[in-house]
């Protein structure tokens, strides 16, 4: 590289008394191509993380969000799948259904809480932590994320889900679901909790769809929204 800028250079030089300025600067604005530092390519990173959570909460914590999206829709408990079949075979489908529309709307309004908290953690990340990311599987982001923000995102998910449930009457359909087959003759009492379970289905649609985000941003060129992101993974396309 220094050996054909010093060739660029000198053949500039020696037509100076009648090149432009303007035209000096462009000449070597296509030959030198600079590489980033590593903290460039950390905010790169970072920018590249905030865009794919974002769109990831923003996503699921749209009306359906997680309801109308088969990969992510929340179902009875498994430990409540015996509830469920039970009641179905009553002929008592709105019961069920009403019980998992109104826990995977609960989930919905948990969702937008997750992204100030997954900025947080992007925010705070190291050079060394982007650098490993960038060069590392292909949802090394979405497991940093996961790893960094589970506990954080569990405690503040509880309460927002417990208080969601109600507002959107899960917690009363839950119950008369949960009554009513406890009632039946010969069956064992069963009332999972339907508020960790929720929270937890919650999570595991949310880092599902960061996962998705980050393979768009790694393999889509066009899904690279800032300027600062395409040069950090033009960076990544010509070194990994």
Not at 79 to 91: F, M, P, S, V
Not at 176 to 192: G, K, S
């Amino acid at each position: 590289m220094k050996k054909i800028v010093f060739i660029v250079l000198a053949g500039i030089f020696s037509v100076q008394s009648t090149c432009d300025p303007q035209i000096m600067e462009d000449i070597l604005n296509q030959v030198i191509v600079s590489t980033p530092t590593e903290g460039e390519v950390a905010n790169g990173l970072k920018e590249a993380l905030v865009q794919g959570a974002t769109n990831g909460s923003d996503v699921l914590s749209k009306v359906n969000g997680y309801f109308g999206n088969p990969q992510v829709k929340i179902p009875f408990p498994p430990e409540a799948q015996k509830i469920e079949n039970t009641l179905r075979d009553l002929g008592l489908n709105k019961m069920c259904d009403d019980v998992i529309l109104s826990i995977n709307q609960a989930a919905e309004k948990a969702a937008i809480e997750a992204k100030p908290i997954l900025i947080n953690s992007i925010r705070q990340m190291t050079v060394q932590d982007a650098m490993d990311i960038l060069f590392g599987a292909n949802n090394a982001a979405t497991n940093y994320l996961e790893k960094t923000t589970t506990t954080q995102l569990t405690e503040k998910f509880t309460p927002v889900i417990d208080n969601a449930l109600a507002s959107v009457n899960a917690t009363k359909y839950w119950g008369d679901a949960v009554n009513y087959y406890n009632q039946i003759p010969l069956v064992q009492d069963l009332n999972p909790d339907l508020t960790g379970f929720v929270t937890q289905k919650a999570l595991e649609g949310l880092f599902l769809m960061i996962e998705q985000e980050e393979l768009k941003i790694r393999q889509d060129p066009g899904a690279r929204a800032a300027q600062i992101v395409k040069d950090v993974f033009a960076y990544y396309d010509a070194n990994k």
